[in-house]
């Protein structure tokens, strides 16, 4: 139990997949200049991480990892190198058939996330958190807390930055450095104030 | 015709400094803030990804005419998929350690939004030698702010480049320290910030 709940304070805060390991970079900055958007992409990413993670945990110990194999009677394979294309194709498949069903029994919920499931597919903060977790040796519910609390982290870290962005529009900041350079800017302070949270041993 | 005139050169050149995927087309900036601790790793990052760049802009390209529209996002994924896992068995074979310090970020060109735009945007509607130059010229964009960003990180951060001490322990003996935030996360952010903001300023001029 207190090893869970150093996963979960490590993927919100010192870990960040954001602001530490800088997964999910392009989304983060594309979409927090509205506060009702990243809150929503934020949702999403939170959700899908939540069930990707550990989907492709079973996938990668029942059938891709050194012996994994073996219930079916093939000890000897190893599938190892064949993990990025099986666990992008895991995700691009969970992330469709999850705007289905949401379009189907959640007509609501979809109005708020529909527009985002697509784009997650290819944000790396997902596939970057199912391959932490083989590197990582996390068991199943390790997976399922990993996840979740990344996609925590993930979206606290984007509502922040466009709650930060709102305020910006007032302040005069120098030419060449609008958008782009101020937001990488602000990211690493931002970044640099989560990392106060490493001293705490738990 | 002067070869600067010509329309390959165009394609090839732009992407380096004025279009340049990171600071100009805000692409994979993920991968350009994780590798970049130390000189090596950046270099290595950068060949990989120029090569998966320009190989899958030139097999998307060729097959431009057969993919259908709406799987075209699935084709594309495969084939860049299929190009990592070659470019990252050849890293674990040559390059063990090396492969070991870059750990997911290989395996993330995938979802490195530089290869997926340019195979939306370009190889989709451009013959195969024009996208293979388009691809090479936005790898060598992204592997110059790459090996910026690494120099000024090992150099500032550890005071080496590739592992060799480079800034004299007399410095050290008058005082000099390393500065360890540029090791950490929120170096890597200041320091991209800073260089786009000279490059904006510059080439403005």
Redesign the interface.
Known sequence: MENLIGIFLNSVFVGNIL????????SF??ISRKMETAIGLGLAVTFVLSITTPVNWLVYYYLLAPGALSWAGFPGIDLN?????VF??VI?AIVQALEMIIDRYLPPLYMALGVFLPLI????A???AS??MV?RNYNFIESVVYGASSGLGWMLAIITMAGIRKKLRYANV????EN??????I???M??AF?LFSGITL | MKITRTKAFKIFFTPIWESNPISGQILGICSALAVTVQLKTAIVMSLALTFVLACSNLLISLMRKHIPRNIRIIVELTVIATLVIFADQVLKAFLYDVSKQLSIFVGLIITNCIILGRAETYALGNPPFHSLLDGIGNGLGYSQILITVGVLRELFGAGKLFGFQVIPDGFYALGYENNGLMVLAPGAFIAIGLIVWLQKTVSKE
């Open positions: 602001l530490a390991y800088f997964l999910g970079m392009c900055l594309a190198f064949l993990k990025f294309i992008i194709a691009a597919a290819v944000n790396c997902i596939l970057g391959l932490f590197e120098p030419k060449g450095l782009f350079g101020i937001s990488m800017i990211t690493g302070l970044a640099m990392m």
